[in-house]
C-alpha cells in the first residue's frame, strides 16, 4: 500500500510569488492535514481537511490555503511568497478525523525555499 | 507560546543503555499524546502513544509514561540502539475537539555504537 506522496520535492522560490503544493494520502484515507516545520519551532499545525471541506484551521496568515478534492488529494497555496515561509510542509493523513482512534501518516514533505 | 516543550534539543547515549526523553505541556486540555520519530528526508512516523486516563503504556522497547500533576511525559527506549537515531517529536492533542496535533520542536537522539 503507498505511503502519502508529496510533490514536489524541492522548491525554489522568490518573494512575492505563489506556490502550491500538492498531496496524496494513503488509499482509503479522508482526512488531510498539513504542518509547517521550520528549525527550532516543530511542526505547526496549517490546516485539516475531511470530506472536501476545511475542518480545522491554525494560526496562519490568510496567504495560507487550501483544498481537498472528492478523491481525498489536497493542494496547498500560499500566495505573496515572504522569506519567513522557508520551510519544510508535511502533509499527513488519516482514516478518520479522530486522531485517538487514527494515526496520521505523514509524507516526506516538500522542501520550500524563499529567496 | 509553546504548549508542548522539549527542552532538551539533543541526546547522546551508549548503544544498549537506556534513553529518555522528556516532554512537557501547559494545556491542561490535553488528553491524549504520541511520539514520533523523523529520520532525514523522511516523514514523521508514529511510535507510541498515551491516552490521559493512563500513565504508562509500552510496546516492545519503547515506554511512555505519563504524569498528569506534572504535566510531563516521557519516552523510554530501553535497549537504545544505533537505528533508533533520530529526532523525535512528541505532540499532544484534545480529543472530541480540533482534530489537530500540536508539536514539541524535537529531539535529535544519538545512539553512539
Known amino acids: 500500500k503507498a505511503g502519502v506522496t508529496q510533490t514536489p520535492r524541492y522548491l525554489i522560490k522568490t518573494r512575492g510569488q505563489q506556490v502550491t503544493l500538492s498531496c496524496s494520502p494513503i488509499?482509503?484515507?479522508?482526512?488531510v492535514s498539513w504542518y509547517q516545520q521550520t528549525p527550532g519551532q516543530g511542526l505547526q499545525f496549517l490546516f485539516e481537511y475531511f470530506s472536501e471541506t476545511q475542518r480545522n484551521k491554525g494560526n496562519f496568515p490568510g496567504r495560507f490555503s487550501g483544498r481537498q478534492f472528492s478523491n481525498s488529494r489536497s493542494e496547498m497555496n500560499v500566495s505573496t511568497l515572504e522569506l519567513g515561509d522557508s520551510a519544510l510542509y508535511l502533509c499527513a493523513s488519516s482514516f478518520g478525523r479522530d486522531l485517538a482512534k487514527n494515526i496520521q501518516y505523514f509524507g516526506a514533505g516538500t522542501r520550500l525555499s524563499v529567496l | 507560546d509553546q504548549q508542548v516543550k522539549q527542552n532538551s534539543p539533543s541526546l547522546s547515549v551508549q548503544e544498549g543503555r537506556i534513553s529518555i526523553l522528556n516532554c512537557d505541556y501547559t494545556?491542561?486540555?490535553?488528553?491524549?499524546f504520541l511520539w514520533y520519530k523523523k529520520y532525514p528526508a523522511e516523514g514523521p512516523t508514529f511510535l507510541i502513544s498515551i491516552s490521559s486516563i493512563k500513565d504508562k503504556n509500552e510496546d516492545g522497547r519503547f515506554t511512555v509514561f505519563l504524569n498528569k500533576s506534572a504535566k510531563h511525559l516521557s519516552l523510554h527506549i530501553v535497549p537504545s540502539q544505533p537505528g533508533d537515531s533520530a529526532v523525535y517529536f512528541c505532540?499532544?492533542?484534545?480529543?472530541?475537539?480540533?482534530?489537530?496535533?500540536?508539536f514539541g520542536s524535537g529531539t535529535q537522539l544519538t545512539v553512539l555504537p
Open positions: 494545556n491542561s486540555m490535553f488528553d491524549y
Open positions: 505532540a499532544a492533542s484534545v480529543s472530541g475537539s480540533a482534530r489537530q496535533l500540536t
Open positions: 488509499s482509503g484515507h479522508r482526512s
